[in-house]
């Protein structure tokens, strides 16, 4: 079945510029979850969801971070006027329900790049 | 919140070698405890995970202890092959609110 995606794979942008991802997590889940890894280094914890809502919001970086997430399903992250440290890999994951412990399924990542 | 703590940072053995990777955790309410592994360019995918109500589980060369009363948990792989050679991270969830706690992670290299 389809996993988690995640687009776009790539994204190149000027700093100051606003930029969205997009997450689509496996059909039914209802758990979504936003990281960030910088090269070689390990997986930071940005915010998650259970449904359309985001009970902890206290992995974003700034107030230039936010995240949206509609009908259960797909979310949006997005960063407004980035700089060069937001440059990273930005992975999504979904997993079942909120209780219980689930695995996370991942999404292949958008590399972001700031110039 | 959950501290999850993962060592060592880098770890090199020989083909064949086991390998073991320790985290510890702060949080007594955790109780699933996952382990990914991310290979170079690639997503992190589950290898095992262990639930607080057991205290090992084993799947071929890949096995995973978990010590409840010091807060601990290991991944133990055996007869390790090249294709082991990943960045191994480990995770605590308390399952309370689905919040993933995850380690720093630890590079594996096994060499020929």
């Known amino acids: 079945g389809a996993g988690v995606s995640q687009s776009p794979s790539n994204k190149v942008t000027e700093k100051g510029k606003d930029v969205e991802l997009r997450c689509d997590p496996i059909s039914g889940h209802t758990a979504l979850y936003w990281y960030r890894q910088s090269l070689g280094q390990g997986l930071e914890f940005l915010i998650y969801?259970?449904?359309?809502?985001?009970?902890?919001k206290s992995g974003l970086p700034s107030d230039r971070f936010s995240a949206e997430r509609t009908g259960g399903s797909v979310s949006t992250l997005t960063i407004q006027r980035t700089q060069q440290e937001d440059s990273a890999v930005y992975l999504c994951?979904?997993?079942?329900?909120?209780?219980?412990?689930?695995?996370?399924?991942f999404g292949p990542g958008t590399r972001l790049t700031v110039t | 919140g959950e501290n999850v703590e993962q060592h060592p940072s880098t770890l090199s053995v020989q083909e064949g070698d086991s390998a073991v990777i320790k985290c510890t955790y702060s949080d007594s309410a955790s109780n699933y405890f996952p382990w990914y592994k991310q290979e170079l360019g690639k997503r992190p995918q589950l290898i095992i995970d262990?639930?607080?109500?057991?205290g090992e589980k084993k799947d071929q060369r890949i096995a995973v202890t978990l010590n409840k009363t010091a807060k601990h948990f290991s991944l133990h792989i055996t007869e390790t092959q090249p294709e082991d050679s990943a960045v191994y991270f480990c995770?605590?969830?308390?399952?309370?609110?689905?919040?993933?706690?995850f380690g720093t992670g630890t590079s594996l290299t096994v060499i020929p």
């Open positions: 969801f259970q449904g359309n809502s985001a009970p902890d």
């Open positions: 995770a605590a969830s308390s399952g309370t609110g689905n919040q993933f706690y």
């Open positions: 994951a979904s997993s079942l329900t909120s209780s219980g412990g689930y695995e996370q399924y």
């Open positions: 262990i639930r607080s109500n057991v």
